[in-house]
């Protein structure tokens, strides 16, 4: 089952999470996943909520991770991985093994800014799940410099790819072999799922969660945003659109949905700060009366000392 909670900030989505993992864990092993700078906070959350036992049955893991986890019990986490010199250095031998096909980089240059910029672009495909045949498409389909640049792209992609396989594996490909190895690895049978503090998820990243969906007992997705329906370009389309996907993903596989949407506020918040919340993004001007507290102006003398003063 997929189960979408949906709320403003402050109602309290984390603190049912941590809650339900901390009651449910003596019946079913609970695993909460969490983009990699939040897994701390996230730990440390969860056994303040379970206590120190709420580790034996109950953790909290990033993709990269969890990745590590699955391939130690179905294999691949010893297999040698590249590091960033050694993806330059690749990079360099794809180049050399195609630059007599390559129509808008004749002459590819070497210096390591160019390599950098290739490995960029590389790391764009695989994460958006574009591989070099679907560039060899896209490429007959589009005319001119656009369409040789593609053709080129592909070359040095499917060269980089090939030789990634005799010499080590690319770290941005371990989410795709996530995806695989869960293919015929059954690791979360019987676990209850859960996801939160993500906007969006990657083409890799939804490849492992359609995975999950198949095996687990329950997947549980927590997004910032007031309702499913909304205007296209306010503040919560980007997680209004993620939880599009994910209910589009479940029908595809056959997994029931449930989608509670929390209105209310879990911790009174300071007055000033909850109308800024709730009209910072608005289109209408709405005016603090009085003086409001937790709100404080701070004007910048640059964009560095705004940053600076967030910090």
Known sequence: MLKLLLGRAGTGKTTEILGTMAREGERRPQL?????????????????????????????????RLASRVFSVAGGLAEPVLDAGGRLLLMDVALKAVEDRLKVYVRPSRKPPFLTQLAATVDECKGANI????????????????????????????????YC??????????????AQALTTCGWFQGRDVYLDSFTDFTAQERQVLEQILKQADSVTVALTCDSLEGGQEDVFSPARRTAHKLLS????????????????????????????????????????SGCPQGVELYRALSPYAEVERAA
């Not at 996943?33 to 990033?62: F, K, M, T, W, Y």
């Open 32 to 64: 909460l996943i969490v983009p990699e700078q939040h897994s701390h906070d996230a730990e440390r959350q969860l056994c303040a909520v379970g206590g120190n036992g709420v580790s034996l049955c109950a953790e909290v893991l990033s993709f990269t």
């Open 131 to 162: 591989s070099p045949e679907r560039l060899f498409e896209v490429a007959g389909q589009v005319e001119g410099e656009s369409g040789d640049k593609f053709y080129d792209l592909a070359l040095i992609c499917g060269a980089y790819e090939a």
């Open 165 to 178: 396989e005799q010499r080590g594996a690319d770290p941005r490909d371990k989410l795709t072999r996530l």
């Open 249 to 288: 993903l479940a029908r595809q596989l056959g997994v029931p949905v449930e989608v509670e949407t929390r209105m209310e506020p879990s911790v009174q918040a300071a007055k000033g700060i909850a109308q800024i919340e709730k009209h910072l993004f608005s289109a209408r001007e709405t005016s603090l």
